[in-house]
């Protein structure tokens, strides 16, 4: 044992005190007797014992009071008690033990059995304190363990798939801007052919038309083949035109920059983050954007598109997870400039229509690896990268839910322009 153990002895009896503490001073342990409980009690407080030894039988508070009122305090309540008594007092040593006692000594003191039962009883205190050190240690290893690993996983997984992400992005681009190339000068060129089709679908003088026409006027209804061709292009750039912006939101999505910070828009960072999560909520969630005014900030993009699949991909996990999906499912972001303590702090607020968190869990949501999920389904790396993200930016995020309701994540960044 480190420093002298400190022993606290009270009893209301002079020559009792004055026994104890001859014999565990002569052991080298230092001895506080007390002739009064409450006068202990208070000192007990002040500056707790590694043992106490206590009588039973006291005018005012007896030993099972100070026992009792010691239990209730979670600041002293681990301190061992020993309780001491005369022969002539009958003992309830069931009482004492069930008061948290872990011993008794019984007057007359016999040396031997004062010191054994004192030192056994200090030794386990040691002991089980080593052993709190001990696992306290082991937590903070397993925890710091788990946040390696975790890191180690997401990080793999984001750059394989932002490889992955760039790669299609720039295997699709040329074909697909050839497809939007093509669709325009072939709008072009029938625009040429629209009205002599407009002028055959209006020609009634039949000396006018030669026999070629006629038929063709027969076959093929002019009018009719002028809307379908209308309609086709039109669908097939705008098809073109969405596909344009999906690679679009894939490259902005891939962005290799991790270990940069850039100035960045938040809003198209977002927007290249829904259209990856589209197929997934198109036609059972409606997405609600009310985006204010921010400026761009200095952040890490490729993180921050991170976050937002995180807490998005979360959002449409819970609506979808609903038994029966309402038609007014929704997912809403909100975003807008916030001044706190003379800072500026871009707020993003995340909310769905989901069941919402349960009280019990809300804990343990940022543990890494806490999932609620299916095994197989869920990770539970999610929101532990999320926070590892927000806090790379000196931001910190806050969590709505009610039951039943809904979810609102809440995310803070600073707003650094410059
Ligand atoms: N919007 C939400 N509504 C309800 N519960 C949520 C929501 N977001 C997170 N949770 C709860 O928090 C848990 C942890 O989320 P987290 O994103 O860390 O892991 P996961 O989604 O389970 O798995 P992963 O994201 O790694 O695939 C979820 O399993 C879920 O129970
Ligand atoms: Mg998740």
Request: hydrophobic content about 40%.
């Amino acid at each position: 044992m480190g420093k002298t153990p400190n022993i606290m002895v009270i009893d209301d009896t002079a020559t009792n005190l004055a026994v104890v503490e001859d014999i565990l001073a002569k052991q080298g342990y230092e001895v506080r007797p007390f002739p009064k409980a409450a006068m202990a009690l208070r000192a007990v407080f002040n500056d707790p014992p590694d043992l106490i030894l206590l009588d039973i039988m006291m005018p005012e508070m007896d030993g099972y009071e100070v026992c009792t009122r010691l239990k209730a305090d979670k600041t002293v309540r681990d301190i061992p008690v020993i309780f001491m008594s005369a022969l002539t007092e009958t003992i309830d040593k069931v009482k004492a033990f069930s008061l948290g006692g872990v011993d008794y000594i019984t007057k007359p003191f016999h040396v031997d059995e004062v010191l054994a039962r004192v030192n056994t009883h200090l030794k386990l205190m040691q002991y089980r304190t080593d052993m709190e050190i001990k696992n306290r240690e082991l937590e903070r290893t397993l925890s710091e363990l788990k946040d390696a690993q975790s890191k180690l996983v997401q990080s793999e997984k984001m750059a394989s798939l932002g490889v992955l992400t760039a790669g299609i992005a720039h295997e699709i681009n040329n074909p697909i801007n050839f497809i939007n190339a093509s669709a325009r000068a072939l709008k072009k060129k029938l625009g040429k052919i629209i009205p002599l089709l407009e002028r055959i679908d209006k020609e009634t003088a039949e000396e006018k038309i030669s026999p070629i026409i006629r038929q063709f006027k027969e076959d093929t209804e002019p009018g009719a083949l002028i809307s379908a061709i209308n309609e086709l292009t039109s669908n097939i750039n705008s098809g073109a035109e969405r596909s344009i912006q999906i690679v679009k939101g894939l490259r902005t999505f891939s962005r290799l920059d991790e270990a940069e910070k850039k100035k960045a828009d938040i809003h198209q960072n977002m927007d290249s983050t829904l259209i990856l999560l589209h197929s997934q909520y198109q036609n059972i969630i409606s997405v609600r954007k009310e985006y204010g005014e921010i400026p761009d900030i200095i952040c890490y993009p490729g993180k921050l598109n991170q976050l937002f699949l995180n807490i998005l991909r979360n959002a449409v996990d819970a609506v979808k997870s609903k038994k029966e999906p309402g038609n007014d499912e929704s997912i809403r972001i909100r975003t807008d400039l916030i001044h706190q303590e003379g800072k500026e702090y871009v707020r993003v607020e995340i909310s769905d229509t989901g069941p919402g968190i349960p009280e019990e869990i809300r804990d343990r949501i940022f543990d890494p690896f806490f999932t609620s999920k299916d095994v197989g389904s869920g990770t539970g790396l999610g929101l532990s990268i999320s926070l590892a993200i927000i806090e790379s930016h000196g931001g910190w995020i806050d969590v709505k839910s009610e039951v039943g309701k809904g979810a609102c994540f809440t995310i803070y960044i600073p707003s650094e322009t410059s």
